[in-house]
């Protein structure tokens, strides 16, 4: 899995449902790319300007609850999100999104989302389980490891690529 870098992005509010992270008027695209560009609407519509390849997200608990859509990991990866930090995610958001291949629900503990701000640069360590802050003097937390098979299956690219 080796390390990440980019840019956090942070919505500091809980229960950010699918028909925010995509609304429903944009379900009918099929085209990734042009599905992403609607990405986050529901809360920010200059979002999509905001993100570079490779960025994250920090938001509350329960990030991706409501319907099971899909939509909604593939907008946030095609937009550029590589892994999104949450202390809970609704389980069919996570699943989607580790199954997929499409990006990372990272699990960390709720003091992290006070202790790292919009803008913050960070360095993401999945095999040590650490992120380590590069805007505030290296500043180190902890992340909750994927389990065994989940750790396979995002090293494998998806479910899919797993099942080959």
Sequence with gaps: MTM???????????????????PGPYLKIHDHEEL???AME???????????DGDFLLVG????????????????SKSG?????????ARIFYRNAI????????EIDENVLEKI?????????????????KTKDNEIHKIKPFSKIIS?????????NYNK
């Design 36 to 38: 992403a560009t609607h």
């Design 81 to 89: 999100i590589k892994a999104i930090l949450s202390p809970s995610f």
């Design 42 to 52: 529901g809360i920010d519509s200059d979002f999509t300007k905001k993100i570079s």
């Design 4 to 22: 990440m870098y980019g840019t956090v992005h942070k919505y500091n509010r809980s229960n950010i449902d699918t028909d925010v992270i995509i």
């Design 117 to 133: 701000d919009d803008k913050d640069k960070l360095e993401i360590d999945l095999d040590n389980n650490t992120i380590k802050n």
């Design 152 to 160: 396979e299956i995002v090293k494998a690219g998806g479910l899919f």
């Design 99 to 106: 199954d997929g291949g499409y990006l990372l629900p990272i």
């Design 61 to 76: 608990h329960n990030f991706g609850c409501g319907s099971s859509r899909e939509h909604a990991p593939i907008a946030l």
